[in-house]
């Protein structure tokens, strides 16, 4: 072998199998590597490139650079993303995701690979809106905002319920129908803000914050927060990070009824409770006031049940008394004992007229309520038929013949006559107003 230095090699023998020629150039590794690299950069497509595939073995180097393999079932790539593209990023690479990497291929010439030098990545299929959301939900997890154990039980019979919506909208009106007839004893009390667009989360967060400055006294038993359906973008204001965090810190129990059960917001993870609409949150805050009277029913006959039972234990002892004094004989004895059977009672007879009369009075109570709602339905029902009925009348033909407009029919075909071209000159009619009918003859049409 030549050892002159230079560049240029040559072999005493070629390897076996090998035919050369004796002329060709032997190249060094470094100048196949950037050969390799000036192919590369060459090509225009492989500076700006997206690649889709599964994420293999991720190794963080200490300076905070990842350094990934991408693969599918026709290859592998090397990957690496550098410590300030990974602190942008929403989003990091994890082995098993499918992502879709971004940036440019080029050859590490010290180690000769070829590798993709990555500048962004989201997981396939992911939107822009989506990385927003996932990154921030495991942000606010990591805090602790949406930890189970500090979930709190909804109060069973709240007597002031806070409503945070729009006031305009069915949401509002359908969370007053509901809470009128599940639980008519709860006051509802509006806290109004916007529930869409860059403007609506400042509002939200004032909402909370007013409710929090009341005073012990005046504050809600349980917050409302509810929204109809829509897009990931109709909902976004329910995923800013001021809005979660009132949510979380909220000093009474919040339901979080935002969009259709499909939907799914950050404050569902910060409230309390989520329910799948804002009918079903107004379900869930209050108890149904049929199954109350129902259970008091059934308080009522165990009441009754009970002082019949405990009549009849005293008047058997009383039985049992009187046969004693009988047998013993003495009057001051049977004097006594009467006296103190007497006692007994009247005590029982007062204590069980007691309860049966507190029961009583607060069947009465829910009656009441319930006599007063229904009154309110009927007059409400009554209206809205009057304005059906109305809106009838405006519509019958009647009226408009008697407004001076007549209907005109072929007398041969009864077919109405809405064009001046669909009758001849000399064709019979038959011509109907307000207070009956009569036939004519068509006429020729001006000239």
Not at 42 to 51: C, E, I, M, N, Q
Not at 351 to 373: F, K, W, Y
Request: charged share 25%; glycine share 10%; with cysteine.
């Amino acid at each position: 072998m030549d050892g002159s230095g230079t560049g240029d090699r040559a072999i005493d023998a070629a390897p076996a199998g090998v035919p050369w020629d004796g002329q060709s150039r032997i190249l060094t590794v470094g100048e196949v590597t950037r050969r390799l690299r000036d192919a590369i950069r060459a090509d225009p497509d492989l500076r700006d490139v997206w690649v889709e595939g599964e994420v293999g073995r991720v190794t963080v180097s200490a300076a905070g650079h990842a350094y990934f393999t991408l693969k599918d079932e026709r290859g592998v790539l090397e990957c690496v993303a550098f410590a300030r593209e990974l602190a942008a990023s929403p989003f990091e690479p994890r082995t098993g995701l499918r992502v879709v990497a971004h940036g440019r291929i080029d050859v590490y010439e010290q180690q000769g690979r070829v590798q993709l030098y990555v500048d962004a990545i989201r997981p396939s299929g992911f939107g822009d809106l989506a990385l927003r959301f996932e990154a921030l939900k495991a942000q606010l997890a990591s805090e602790g905002l949406f930890d189970a154990r500090s979930k709190r039980a909804l109060p069973t019979r709240p007597g002031r319920i806070a409503v945070v919506t729009s006031p305009q909208g069915a949401v509002w009106h359908d969370i007053r129908n509901v809470i009128a007839r599940r639980w008519p004893l709860a006051e509802l009390v509006l806290v109004p803000c916007l529930v869409q667009g860059a403007a609506a989360p400042p509002t939200i967060v004032a909402a909370f914050r007013a409710i929090a400055e009341l005073a012990d006294g005046d504050r809600p038993a349980v917050v409302l927060l509810a929204r109809g359906g829509g897009t990931l973008e109709d909902l976004w204001a329910f995923n800013d990070e001021s809005v979660v965090r009132a949510v979380a810190a909220c000093l009474v129990p919040v339901v979080s009824g935002v969009g259709h059960e499909i939907d799914v917001t950050l404050v569902d993870f910060a409230a309390d409770v989520r329910a799948p609409t804002p009918s079903a949150a107004a379900e869930l805050v209050v108890p149904d006031r049929a199954e109350i009277l129902a259970a008091l029913d059934v308080i009522a006959v165990g009441l009754r049940r009970a002082a019949r039972g405990r009549m009849a234990t005293s008047s058997a002892a009383l039985a049992g008394e009187r046969r004693a004094l009988v047998r013993v004989g003495p009057l001051a004895q049977l004097d006594f004992a009467r006296e103190r059977a007497g006692g007994l009672l009247d005590r029982l007879a007062g204590a069980a007229h007691d309860a049966v009369a507190g029961r009583r009075a607060v069947v009465a109570r829910s009656g009441q309520s319930m006599h007063g709602s229904a009154l309110r339905r009927i007059a409400s029902g009554r209206a809205s038929l009057d304005a059906a009925v109305a809106a009838l009348a405006a519509l019958d033909p009647d009226a408009t013949l008697a407004r001076g407009y007549a209907i005109v029919r072929r007398s041969r075909d009864g077919r109405i006559v809405r064009d001046p071209a669909d009758v001849a000159p000399g064709e019979p009619l038959a011509v109907r107003v307000a207070l009956g009918a009569f036939d004519a003859v068509a006429g020729r049409e001006p000239a």
